[in-house]
């Protein structure tokens, strides 16, 4: 690629220097009002003041599917899809798209990766470690079968599935019948003398798939059972561990205990040693990056991993590009350069970043392109707050909002920043432990964190931008086509603990605002990827010819 220019125009009416404060609630959509809509039950003055009556400054914008890299409009959004959108201005196919495309023209039998782990299909097992299911956020289970019946069909021998069951993107109790669909498959390479199987699982939130660091007891849980064959629970098949699992009080699939599948003699079917092939099939980064360190890097230090097995191993894609890990992979993850937040910084933009740790990562590695560290950190700071680590967080519904838009208002009171970029994890975080009333709880304490944040820019002069990165909160069950809530069995509602297809809203204000600026009208399906080119305009610059276009216009006032 040529060197970019990274000299960004001038806007021809805004001007350069206000502060421009960019909130992202995370997981707060817009749905009909119900009771099923925590945003709409929980006390939000400042989200409903930003709603009502300023229609030329307030406005919902796509967050699912193709407006943000997805392979359809089935697909619901993700903070993975939806921070890369708003932060690179332009729409890349993301992930689940890339590797249904390697897979349909078969170039993920042709490339590296493949033929990496191949060499040890020989004398070794393939092991596959990820989440089953079919949410399409981290993985899906589509694509999970066609590797394994595409490595049976190149000469894996002996295979060994490695379980998370999900919950989370998926109904709770999903995971029984996703295990059964890939038992079948199984079943099947056994017929044809493959000695393919299950070997070990767990849930996601309580086993390997933490993030950013926050808890790494969780991806040693995982290790355990993976690697070294070790679990408090054992079991002779994934489906009788997980009916039985499920039984205990207050289980769910996004937390069950691990476990692992034991033969006739008691001994453990599939732990990982020397020689073996790894590939961790989750496609989405956040919470594969752990368990990748683990498996690669050889001064790994944050558990003891008692054996290191030497392996041949590769994710799905490469997770992190500036880390190259790891450092083999099945599919090349998009190549998202010239990031919004790169351009500002080369233009003189002093930011800030700030979360909680279960979304720092949403603010700065997703936001940049999925790239870690600063670009230049004389002009950068990002700021983590620590999150509870071993809780649900229904318990602590208020997480750390407080705390974020503390740090915030005291960055925009510093007078050091250009850009304030924060998100607030509540509505997305409680949304997912499909408790309605501690989303309720969670949803005031986001509104109360936003008005922290808006009354320091109100102080300063300067502008804000409230958005989201996909809905969450405001729908909480289960709907049939006609829009009615869905009732399972035993006649309770289906608590909805996923993601959703609504649009979010984006609201611009503040002092500093030129009064001339409002939406235009002109954009038939704007998208999360026209707020990019927005925020650039805010802070008194073009954006560049190919971003998306602006959400703005200035007319005589
Ligand atoms: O990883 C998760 O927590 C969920 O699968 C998706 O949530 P997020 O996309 O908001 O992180
Ligand atoms: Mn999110
Ligand atoms: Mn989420």
Not at 102 to 126: H, M, Q, R
Not at 167 to 177: A, E, F, I, N, W
Not at 282 to 309: G, H, I, S, T, Y
Not at 416 to 428: A, E, H, S, T
Request: with cysteine.
């Amino acid at each position: 690629m040529a060197t970019a220019n990274w000299t960004l125009p001038d806007h021809p009416t805004l001007p350069k220097g206000k502060t421009v404060a960019v909130v992202v609630l995370d997981g707060w959509g817009e749905a009909s009002p119900d009771q099923y809509n925590c945003i709409h039950v929980a006390q939000t003055p400042v989200m409903d003041s930003l709603k009502n009556g300023a229609p030329e400054k307030w406005r919902l914008v796509k967050a699912h599917g193709t407006a943000v890299g997805l392979p359809s409009d089935d697909d619901m959004g993700n903070s993975e899809v939806g921070h890369n959108a708003l932060g690179a201005g332009r729409i890349f196919a993301q992930g689940a798209k890339l590797v249904d495309a390697a897979l349909a023209s078969g170039k993920i039998w042709e490339d590296e990766g493949f033929n990496y782990i191949k060499e040890s299909f020989d004398k070794g097992t393939l092991h596959l470690i990820g989440l089953l299911s079919d949410g399409g956020v981290h993985s899906r289970l589509d694509q999970v079968q066609l590797i394994v019946k595409g490595a049976s069909e190149r000469g894996a021998k002996r295979i060994r599935l490695h379980i998370l069951t999900d919950g989370r993107d998926v109904l709770d109790g999903s995971s029984v019948g996703f295990i059964e669909t890939i038992e079948k498959d199984l079943a099947q390479l056994r017929e044809q003398g493959v000695d393919a199987r299950i070997a070990s699982g767990g849930g996601r939130m309580y086993v390997t798939m933490d993030r950013y660091e926050n808890d790494w007891s969780v991806v040693k849980r995982g290790w355990d059972a993976q690697v070294l064959g070790e679990a408090p629970h054992k079991f002779q098949n994934a489906l009788e561990a997980v009916k039985t699992l499920r039984a205990e009080p207050k289980a769910n699939d996004q937390y069950l205990p691990p476990f692992v599948i034991v033969d006739e003699s008691g001994k453990s079917v599939g732990p990982i040693v020397d020689g073996d092939a790894v590939v961790t099939f989750n496609f989405r980064a956040d919470r594969m990056v752990m368990l990748a360190k683990a498996l690669e890097f050889p001064d790994f230090d944050k558990f003891d991993r008692v054996r290191v097995p030497k392996i041949k191993y590769a994710g799905m894609l490469q997770y992190d590009g500036e880390l190259k890990l790891p450092s083999k992979y099945l599919v090349s993850p998009p190549l998202i350069e010239r990031t919004s937040g790169e351009y500002l910084v080369k233009n003189g933009v002093r930011t800030f970043a700030c979360s909680e740790t279960v979304k720092f990562g949403h603010v700065t590695f997703f936001w940049n392109g999925n790239r870690s560290g600063y670009f230049d950190e004389t002009r950068e700071e990002y700021v983590e707050i620590p999150s509870d680590s071993g809780i649900t967080f229904n318990e602590q519904p208020k997480m750390k909002a407080l705390e974020i838009a503390e740090r915030t208002r005291d960055a925009i009171l510093s007078g050091k920043f250009d850009q304030v970029r924060i998100n607030l994890p509540n509505g997305d975080m409680v949304g997912h432990t499909g408790d309605i009333e501690a989303t309720v709880v969670a949803c005031k304490a986001a509104d109360e964190a936003v008005k922290m944040v808006l009354d320091a820019v109100e102080q300063v002069g300067g502008i804000y931008l409230v958005t989201a990165d996909h809905g969450n909160a405001e729908d909480m069950v289960k709907r049939n086509k006609a829009g009615q809530p869905m009732l399972d069995k035993s006649g309770s509602i289906q608590i909805l603990t996923s993601h959703t297809l609504q649009p979010v809203p984006v609201a611009i204000g503040g002092p500093g605002l030129h009064p001339g600026v409002r939406f235009r009208s002109d954009i038939q399906t704007p998208g999360l990827a026209n707020v990019a080119a927005t925020v650039m305009n805010l802070h008194g610059f073009q954006a560049p010819a190919d971003y998306e276009t602006t959400l703005i216009e200035v007319v005589d006032k």
